[in-house]
């Protein structure tokens, strides 16, 4: 079993940063392939950024190339999304998710087995 906890949500103005932080704990975490992604409202949950057990593979949605950078600390059990220059378009509930180290750095929402809570980003003009 593994828990995940996000954080580092909040409001920020269009152009702004946001670095979200997810404390993951449980058996073996580190092994574990991570990813984020998010939902706005009204529309269906999306990939955002992934990384494998290792560190060594990255995965971005074009939406957020070259803006958002995922990494892992694996001796503090807790993956980070770093997000600069925030647009509008940013804004939704963002979650944390865990896949079995089979799946690294997945684009697919179905091949993660454990999810976080959400933490919201709002992004304003």
């Known amino acids: 079993q593994v828990q995940l906890v996000e954080s580092g949500g909040g409001s920020v103005q269009a152009g702004g940063s946001l670095r979200l932080s997810c404390a993951a704990s449980?058996?073996?975490?580190?092994?574990?392939?991570m990813g984020w992604f998010r939902q706005a409202p009204g529309k269906e949950r999306e990939f955002v950024a992934a990384?494998?057990?290792?560190?060594?593979?990255?995965n971005y949605a074009d939406s957020v190339k070259g803006r958002f950078t995922i990494s892992r600390d694996n001796a503090k059990s807790t993956v980070y999304l770093q997000m600069n220059s925030l647009k509008l378009e940013d804004t939704a509930d963002y979650y944390c998710?865990?896949?079995?180290?089979?799946?690294?750095?997945?684009?697919?929402?179905?091949?993660?087995?454990?999810w976080g809570q959400g933490t919201q980003v709002t992004v304003s003009s």
């Open positions: 998710a865990a896949a079995p180290p089979s799946y690294s750095a997945s684009y697919y929402a179905r091949e993660y087995v454990y």
């Open positions: 449980g058996r073996a975490v580190s092994r574990y392939g």
């Open positions: 990384i494998s057990w290792s560190g060594g593979t990255l």
